[in-house]
């Protein structure tokens, strides 16, 4: 049986409520047994007294057993027990009541959170009444959303490498064909042509990598990042070291092994901090990670 359930009371909708909760409400006289409920899976608000287990496993209980629950301040018209009344929609939709006091989202137009969002905007022509998200579950999607770009910064970069390498291996090729066409006396293997083929081939194998990563990463996969990250560190590292054992020490080596790592070191933070973000994105609820990645991000 659902987790969250919602129960009318004097034409205002209360909830979400966890079964226990509506049943220790039955069993100490809150909730009547024609007060309508409505949960997830219902077509319509139903009788509190014709679902099935609400008032028999309420009175078998004992009402000591059920706490209050925490966020139930003390009210002066209604029983101790009950939960507080929510003002903002909740997850998901319960249908209006067939009557004349047809319980709402919003009257007036828009709610107030996407009123603010929305200043400057040019007004929304599309239904305004229909709100499914309360304020926490926009707080929960804008934090994955946060996270989610962490994760996809480092898949951009892979990406963007991808296609950088690409264009050099064509150029690097078409020189070489060219060369290898054009060579004198018909000399089609030099060492030179040889040298723009490996390199070629060099980059060629790098292409695949940052394919791959590139798609791993948009899937969350912790390997790629920390793949990239290894390779970019070891790319300041030589760098590092070859400053180190620069014998001249002219100020110009210096300086050009220093600019020399200034990409890779940020290629790498960039890729450590997808590593780290990939948990915590995972741990987002299904319903963001769904939404965000459908939304191609």
């Known amino acids: 049986m659902a987790s969250s359930w919602f129960y009318m009371r004097d034409n205002k909708r209360i909830g979400p409520v966890a079964i226990d909760q509506l ?75 067939a009557s004349p006091a047809t319980v709402s989202y919003y009257d007036g137009g828009l709610p107030p959170r996407a009123a603010s969002t929305l200043r400057g905007h040019a007004p929304p022509t599309g239904d305004t009444g229909d709100w499914p998200l309360d304020d926490v579950r926009v707080a929960q999607f804008a934090d994955a959303f946060k996270i989610r770009k962490k994760v996809t910064s480092a898949a951009q970069l892979y990406r963007g490498l991808l296609l950088l390498s690409t264009i050099a291996v064509v150029i690097i090729l078409v020189v070489a064909v060219i060369a290898t066409l054009t060579g004198g006396g ?64 002219r100020p110009e080596e210096i300086i050009g092994g220093i600019i020399g790592m200034i990409l890779p070191a940020i290629f790498a933070v960039v890729s450590w901090i997808s590593f780290a973000a990939i948990p915590r994105w995972r741990a987002q609820p299904a319903w963001c990670q769904e939404l965000i990645v459908r939304s191609g991000h």
């Not at 028999?56 to 301040?73: G, I, R």
Request: net charge positive; charged share 5%; with cysteine.
């Open 23 to 97: 049943r220790h409400l039955a069993a100490t006289g809150a909730l009547a047994r024609e007060d309508t409920v409505w949960t997830v899976g219902m077509n319509q608000w139903t009788p509190a007294g014709d679902v099935p287990g609400m008032f028999q496993a309420a009175a078998a209980a004992p009402v000591h057993a059920v706490q209050s629950p925490a966020y139930a301040p003390a009210m002066t018209s209604a029983p101790a027990a009950s939960p507080t009344v929510h003002t903002t929609a909740p997850a998901f939709a319960p249908p209006p009541l």
């Open 186 to 249: 018909g000399r089609g293997g030099s060492w030179a042509d040889a040298v723009m083929f490996g390199m070629a081939g060099f980059l060629g194998a790098f292409c695949a990598l940052y394919y791959f990563t590139w798609r791993a990463t948009m899937r969350s996969h912790r390997w790629a990042p920390l793949t990239m990250f290894i390779l970019f560190a070891l790319a300041v590292a030589m760098n590092l070291f070859s400053i180190a054992m620069a014998t001249s020490g």
